[in-house]
Nanobody, 122 residues
C-alpha cells in the first residue's frame, strides 16, 4: 500500500519559515519524481515545486522562486520543502505527490498524500 505522509505545517507569521516533509512508503521512492502542490480555500490546486528522481532537476512556480527550496533524501524516502520569507498568500494545504518526471501539471501525478496545513498570518 502506497502512502505519502506530509508533516511540518503550522501557523507562522509573515516573513517566517517552515520546513515541510513528506515520507513515502510502499513504493520505490528513489525512482519517482516528486512534487509539492498547494490548495488554498476556494481555489484550485496549484503547482509549487517538483524534483527529479535523482534530485538533479527541480522546477518551481514563479510565485515561490527564490523563497522555497525543494529537496529529497532517497535514503530516508523523504521529500522536503523549505519555505522562507512566507507570505499570507502562501496559506494553503500543501500536498506531495509522485510522478515519472518533475512536471507542473497535477493531472500527471499518481500517488498523493493527505496534506499538511500552512497558515501565514500578516
Amino acid at each position: 500500500q502506497v502512502q505519502l505522509v506530509e508533516s511540518g505545517g503550522g501557523l507562522v507569521q509573515a516573513g517566517g519559515s517552515l520546513r515541510l516533509s513528506c515520507v513515502a512508503s510502499g513504493l520505490q521512492f528513489s525512482i519517482y519524481a516528486v512534487g509539492w502542490f498547494r490548495q488554498a480555500s476556494g481555489k484550485e490546486r496549484e503547482f509549487v515545486a517538483a524534483i527529479s528522481w535523482s534530485g538533479g532537476t527541480s522546477n518551481y512556480a514563479d510565485s515561490v522562486k527564490g523563497r522555497f527550496t525543494i529537496s529529497r533524501d532517497n535514503t530516508k524516502n523523504t521529500l522536503y520543502l523549505q519555505m522562507n520569507s512566507l507570505k499570507p498568500e502562501d496559506t494553503a494545504v500543501y500536498y506531495c505527490a509522485t510522478n515519472a518526471y518533475p512536471a507542473s501539471n497535477p493531472e500527471t501525478y499518481n500517488y498523493w498524500g493527505q496534506g499538511t496545513t500552512v497558515t501565514v498570518s500578516s
